[in-house]
């Protein structure tokens, strides 16, 4: 029997809860697919932060992870410590130091009845959006001069190289060569007023494209791209795009497809370990109280099965997902009167049922 | 008799053929109040770059333009220009070079029937972004290293000074209290990650904020914004945001007051000429049809005309293009059955009746 091991990170808030239903139905798919998981805890996060002295991830836990299979991660962030600490600590952290150079955002309607946009069937909105995720504005490169003065300046860097861009690049159009449907790649820059960062882009863009003759290509500003994902959806298929400009257009995108409840996020090294979490963060308004939502948390597990090869496994829990809102046997923020871990029991019967 | 001087630049494509619709909208406003406008045309744009040996703006021509009351503005761009040339050449250099440190773009739904999103009313959508206009990812600082090799990067650079900063978070206070509607003022940044850059703006933006407790502030991150504006609009009241974001937001709340055919954007600088714009771009596809939608350059000329102290005209001119949408007397894209100047004569006859 296959074997898989997963590397579990809660994290902070609604993360502690959310997970152990993703891990309660990725029990359910194995067993019905008959193959095996393997889970194992990892404390990181704010409790651990505040109790072991500022501690967040160490080089020895980090090839500790590199071991596992995959990352299932619930959310980093608590009002208790500085903002930003968590984020770059651990989930930035993560990102960079394993490589995660895919973020691979599926922006999919599952149910009308949740979109907030006039007039969209689940067809309009079924895209991918692929995130560079070790570049751009996210290395943490800047400065101060005069910080505290009427005087002070502060500085942030942009990077792109023409290797990390090229990767990404070239995955979004294997990947809609992939998919197969309207086999289009949408570049989502700012390549008119970035033209040094942005521009490496496009270069890249247009030249990798021309290795992808099947493939049509199109290319949007970031600012009319957002007023296309409200306007026309339906046009997309695979948009890649920087990592700045990514995180904003897939929270858009998480909106469009019915709000955080449902939105998943896989950083992805297709040659090492790759991590998947739900986008929604760590809500600390509504932590311990039961009450959290686990459909993002669940189909980020549908993600990590179907990258880990599972993918009749995935599909399930999908399925299993788009019939647990069809009958409204979801927490209350989706309509439903159920608990979290009510929301979860139920998906893992569907699981077992499909 | 007072007479205020006005510089035009209608630009490209469909610049060209919706700024005379607003200056017909605005001679029939200064007629019934009883001022002067006097306008006069700047050419400026591709037809003179490709004419006039690559000319863009020169330094004669800045100081000429500083003589005006106020700019207005069509569109530029031009599929004949490389991309970014007329953009950084004209648009750019006048926001730069004149300190029009105030993009200010109102998010106001005029008609429900053009709202993309599910039960909002005019009533939720109504907000104001304040976006800092000189600064930011805008400043074109960076560069390449190793240029069309593997090997390639490129940086792009960007700066927040607490001089720069600080006028437009000050700005934007003074605004919410001068509109005396929610009392908030909300930030908008991405300071978890940039942090550097957006932790000046979030420092200032607190320590202003201490002069003003009669002002709530709020604080969302960039990625969270999009999707409240989409879920929840009608919590917003003031935003105030660094460049690019501004950028972004903008064209996103362009989209929920119904699109581009509405969106407009006053460069402002209170101690000098400011400029003003519909924030819809010159439209190469459907330029010189004599189809293009003028309401969005004559609710610009709303702008400029409140801006300069004509406050009964402003509201005369936006109460004639309601009149006119509610009348369905608008252009296709709208609606209507009228072309570009009948849109024009119509909304400049509801003006007279006014
Ligand atoms: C928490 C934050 C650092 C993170 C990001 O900006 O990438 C989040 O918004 C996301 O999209 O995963
Ligand atoms: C044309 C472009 C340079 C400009 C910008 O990015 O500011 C436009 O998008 C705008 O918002 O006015």
């Known amino acids: 029997m296959e ?51 500022g501690h967040l ?10 071991k596992y299979d995959a990352i299932y991660l619930g959310a980093v962030g608590d009002p208790r410590v500085p903002a930003g600490v968590l984020e770059h600590g651990i989930l930035l952290k993560l990102r960079f130091d394993l490589d995660l150079y895919l973020n691979l955002r599926p922006i999919k309607l599952f149910d009308e009845k949740y979109c907030p946009l006039k007039n969209k069937t689940t067809a309009d909105i079924d895209f991918t959006v692929i995130r560079e995720n070790t570049e751009d504005l996210y290395i943490s490169a800047g400065g ?10 502060a500085t942030q860097e942009m990077i792109a190289t023409r290797f990390g861009v090229e990767r990404a690049i070239r995955y979004a159009f294997e990947e809609a060569r992939r998919i197969n449907k309207k086999k289009t790649v949408a570049l989502c820059d700012k390549s008119n007023v970035l033209t040094y960062a942005h521009n490496l882009w496009l270069r890249a863009f247009n030249e990798i494209g021309e290795e992808y003759p099947d493939i049509k290509k199109e ?38 497809q019915g709000g955080m409840g449902t939105a998943v996020s896989g950083n992805v090294n297709p040659n090492g370990i790759s991590m998947f979490e739900p986008v929604h963060g760590s809500a600390p308004d509504i932590a311990g109280q039961g009450i959290a939502n686990p459909i993002a948390a669940i189909l980020s597990a549908a993600q990590m099965m179907d990258v880990l090869g599972f993918e009749t496994a995935s599909k399930k829990i999908e399925k299993a997902v788009i019939r647990a809102m069809e009958e409204k046997e979801t927490t209350k923020d989706m309509g439903g009167t159920l608990n979290t871990a009510q929301a979860g029991d139920v998906i893992a019967k569907f699981v077992k049922e499909a």
């Not at 074997?3 to 579990?8: E, G, S, T």
């Not at 009319?224 to 858009?252: H, Q, Y």
């Open 3 to 53: 074997v898989k091991r997963i590397a579990l990170i809660p994290g902070d808030g609604i993360g502690k809860e959310v997970i152990p239903e993703g891990v309660k139905v990725l029990k359910a798919a194995a067993e019905a697919e008959g193959f095996k998981l393997e889970f194992t805890n990892f404390d990181f996060g704010a409790d651990r932060y505040l109790r072991d002295n």
């Open 57 to 66: 991830i160490d080089d020895d836990e980090l090839e500790e992870l590199k």
């Open 144 to 153: 101060f001069l005069r910080k505290g003065t009427p005087q002070e300046i």
């Open 219 to 256: 290319h949007y500003y970031v600012d009319a791209i957002c007023m296309k994902m409200v306007r026309s959806p339906e046009i997309f298929d695979v948009i890649v795009t920087p990592n700045m400009f990514g995180d904003i257009i897939t929270d858009l995108g998480a909106e469009i």
